[in-house]
């Protein structure tokens, strides 16, 4: 990753736990695995046009629309990882009280404590 | 705006509609056209932590999330309006692929061409 | 109506309008229109143990939620045809501002509006 | 509270429980929690044109219609302290069967038996 | 049962634990346990026009689309006991991807695994 | 398409349509119209181990659950050029009753009356 100036999203994201990740996404269904590391990572997150760290908090908010707990706060991490500070990501979940209304945000802020907690 | 060096989210984002739309929301009900401006953008949109395009991209991201044509139109101009390029524009849209699947995104970038063509 | 202690809720609801929308289902699948009719009318919605007025002010809510304005101006109407206000109207869908946020209540209050100025 | 013949919505809702539920959201963010207290109660849920009741009936339906079991329990057990009879709050959870069908029904019920058990 | 051709959609689904589920959902209301022994299994289920092992797995990528783990695990034993194989419900759980995105698919593969380890 | 054992899925779902589907896709957006025919079509669709008539049938009730009434049209012709009779496109449509509740599929069934009357 030190040498390659855009190492993949999905490297940033996961860091060292994107081994035991796929491993269990591929124990799943081993095309569901493939269609996630090669379609959703390699694809649609490496395409150029956006920065990884926007791309990071856009998720969180969808995962809290979804009510995902365990991806979020992949997530979460990984918008970290990316390079959003706390505030960021704080200021990311907020943005889903006027969308989404008050539960799904609660939601997901006790999934950010969690993270922080850990 | 040009001596504030903070104008209000709501300025920006709306700009030359923002009393056309405000007057709508009025009409529809006083306390709801109220509880948008003094709450949702006065207060949540206004508190610090993130940049007002990040914001809007996730803005975008959760109304292609709750399918809302005419909302998703609003905040697409208001990302341009706060800064994002027609390719960030789309990054943000093209994050629901993975997250909500292809019909949801579809309608999305259908709204995007709408406004791009207008 | 007037001797009947406890009218059917979809006369009540429907008012005039019954035949037509019963028609209306049936050309869509007789199956269906004899669900609705049979089931979610004259065994849900006759169930005793809850008013008739509160039950559509619920269901005005459930269809923003759902996002379906044609269902939402019918059981707007059936909610003022059960004696409902037109300010318990609006308190009901104002209650969808903190549980699903501004885009679904702002399209609800816009049948609203549709229905009051027709 | 005693001579105060309108009480704030979130006394009657969170009765003995209310600081203990403010310091909870104030714990996962001192602005969410603010939110929800200055806005969603002492703002929306205060808001004159319907009753206490009937707002606690239809959060309940609303939560049903989000999958949200934690918050469900705190209006049911709302709804009851603002005079909602059991067969009331059945009756409410009931509308969402014909428009949110059987699976999030049954789980609304699954939050009632454990709130009626405890 | 023994001489009919055509056995009940709920007899086949919930095999020998057919008292256990229709027990456990007359305890959570005797009406809602009614409705969906008499509604939705022995009307709606058992209507004709498509195959039983279609229905369940049709049921198990709503339930995916609902976001319910013990509705779905019953529905996935529910359409082997209908004739799918193992390969059929992947199949229709895939089927997800396109149209939900992967979230929501990976928790469904997750109470598959669950279900094949039992 | 006659000499090939297994055409594509989209050759079936799409038929004459498909280069004006395709273009419509790619004039959203090149890189999304990629991803539907490469990933969505050519790798998910044209997976083994369910039938493309289920699939289909699947994709009908999965459209339902989202409200996107066009796709549901393209979908329900999809079904239908894959083999389905029209009796399994309403029996795939009804299992929405139970899942979704009425109001999804009352929609659904409106744009099955517009394929049919066309």
Redo the contacts between chains.
């Keep these: 990753m030190s040498d390659d100036p855009t190492p993949r999203a999905r490297e940033v994201i996961f860091g060292s736990q994107q081994d035991r990740i796929q491993q269990r ?1 591929d ?3 081993p ?2 695995g493939g ?2 590391r090669d ?2 990572y390699d ?3 490496d ?1 150029p ?2 920065d990884l760290k ?2 990071e ?3 969180c ?3 809290t ?4 707990p365990p ?1 979020l706060r992949t997530h979460i991490r990984g918008a970290m990882n990316a390079g959003a500070t706390e ?2 990501v ?3 979940l ?14 997901a ?2 999934v ?2 969690q993270h922080l907690e850990r």
Aim: proline share 4%; charged share 20%; with cysteine.
């Design positions: 996404l124990d799943l269904d095309d569901l269609y996630i379609f959703a694809t649609v997150y395409r046009g956006l926007s791309k908090l856009i998720a908010a969808l995962l629309s979804l009510g995902s991806e505030g960021e704080r200021g990311a907020m943005m889903c009280v006027p969308y989404l209304g008050f539960p799904r945000t609660v939601a802020f006790e950010l404590r």
